[in-house]
């Protein structure tokens, strides 16, 4: 079933916050009777305000830059919503539920090149089982008055997850795991190990592809090896390729010594078969950090992304403690092998997310001592730009970690983010500005919010 991080998150800040209270009863037992209760009621004011807020997942702007797509938690469960970025309060529903109160959900936004098609996961027409959607968005969307059609694609039977168009806009690729019965990675709840460990009970996330321009339902095609569990993908620029960080099954315990793939992919004509096809080519290694030397031996990678002229790959190489927690340096390898470089040695932050300008620079969002920042970097020289912006709080698009929605020309950056003064809500960050330093000096594209205040002091 689709699961935004915010169910994720919302019931561990109870936890936390009912933690607090009885670990201050435990080491406190001396409390006044007034003590005790004003401290009750302060807790439960924080509950209080859990409930008060609104959910906002994933977040897209259009290619274009002229459509604003995000989820939005409602009374029936996670829906999606499409709007002008111009005038992000008209807002029009997308999606396949036939009737109210349908109590599903739906998200993970994806945009077509062509910023007119959107591709989405839901589980409203077939419950407790996400499928790839994809939404046509006509009429005059870009005043608020846009037409809907969503069609299913897919007639999945596992976890499905992130989907991509290619860069041509004819294909989707997502991750799948046919036949799950758990969430994949590393981090995600499981039964025991029962059996001959490592091969009973193992559920291997591939990548699953399907053709956009099609009109009825299909079984997904496997498009990676059975033998390799991935768990982040890129396409080539020329739509025939992708790159992606895999690891040998289980997929559970294998994350910290993952290898960065490419691969060719099935043609068109193994597409229109509609069923499973394995392997569409041969898989090959062309980064093993165990095999390295230098200050990228041993550790983790993520976050991989093709140069526009497909010749370089770029990636966050580093000490990551757990698949999601990325952080490091930028480096690059060409896309068929040899010595990874890396291109922010020298500089005192921490990239986790990346997003070619074009083939001589990279935007980078990351770390700075305690704020959030997004810079463009030069990747011969490893020179920053000034910041974007450089703000003390939480940034991204309910993607990866501090992942960030774009335009085409990357003149617009979108995200979800919030601080510890500031409530989550929608913002865009335009590039060639001034460096903005603060939540309130970027553009707020969403209220939904608004009049939230903290119950915490500063």
């Keep these: 079933m689709f699961v935004t991080p915010n169910r994720q998150i919302l019931p561990g800040l109870r936890l936390i916050a009912a933690f607090t209270l009885t670990l201050g009863m435990v080491i406190a037992p001396a409390l006044s009777v007034a003590q005790e209760s004003a401290a009750r009621v302060h807790v439960e004011e924080v509950l209080k305000g859990l409930d008060r807020s609104h959910g906002l997942g994933p977040v897209a702007i259009s290619p274009d830059g002229t459509l604003l797509a995000f989820t939005h938690h409602a009374k029936d469960g996670w829906g999606v919503e499409v709007a002008p970025f111009s005038d992000p309060a008209k807002t029009t529903r997308v999606t396949a539920v036939k009737k109210a109160d349908a109590n599903c959900g739906e998200g993970m936004v994806k945009w077509a090149p062509d910023s007119r098609r959107l591709a989405f996961v839901g589980d409203c027409e077939t419950r407790d089982q996400d499928n790839i959607y994809l939404a046509t968005i006509g009429g005059d969307a870009a005043h608020g008055k846009a037409k809907v059609e969503v069609v299913r694609l897919t007639e999945a039977k596992g976890e499905v997850g992130f989907p991509e168009f290619s860069p041509d806009g004819l294909r989707i690729a997502f991750l799948y795991v046919p036949g799950a019965t758990r969430q994949a990675g590393a981090l995600a709840a499981m039964k025991p190990w029962a059996g001959v460990i490592g091969e009973d009970g193992v559920e291997i996330q591939r990548v699953g592809l399907i053709d956009s321009t099609g009109k009825k339902l299909v079984v997904p095609a496997l498009a990676t090896p059975a033998n390799l569990h991935i768990y982040e993908f890129?396409?080539?620029?020329?739509?025939?390729?992708?790159?992606?960080?895999?690891?040998?099954?289980?997929?559970?315990?294998?994350?910290?010594?993952?290898?960065?793939?490419?691969?060719?992919?099935?043609?068109?004509?193994?597409l229109s078969a509609g069923t499973p096809v394995g392997a569409g080519g041969e898989s090959k290694a062309i980064l093993a950090p165990a095999e390295v030397s230098g200050a990228l031996h041993g550790l983790q990678i993520a976050v991989p992304r093709w140069s526009p002229d497909g010749k370089q790959i770029a990636f966050i190489g580093g000490l990551m403690s757990d698949q999601g927690s990325t952080g490091g340096d930028v480096w690059l390898i060409s896309a068929t092998g040899g010595e990874p470089r890396d291109v922010t040695a020298e500089r005192p932050t921490s990239p986790a997310w990346i997003a070619w300008q074009d083939d001589s620079q990279l935007y980078v969002s990351e770390l700075a001592g305690g704020n959030s920042q997004l810079v463009r970097i030069d990747v011969a020289s490893g020179k920053a730009s000034e910041p974007v912006y450089s703000f003390e709080g939480t940034p991204g698009d309910g993607q990866y970690e501090m992942s960030l929605s774009t335009t085409k020309d990357r003149s617009i950056f979108v995200f979800n983010a919030s601080s510890f003064g500031h409530p989550m809500e929608i913002f865009a960050a335009k590039t060639g500005g001034a460096t903005v330093t603060e939540l309130a000096g970027l553009r707020q594209l969403t209220h939904f919010n608004d009049g939230l205040q903290p119950v915490w002091s500063r």
Excluded: H, M, R
């Design 234 to 270: 890129d396409w080539a620029p020329d739509s025939k390729s992708l790159a992606y960080v895999a690891a040998d099954p289980p997929g559970e315990n294998n994350w910290w010594v993952a290898k960065l793939y490419t691969q060719k992919l099935p043609t068109d004509k193994d």
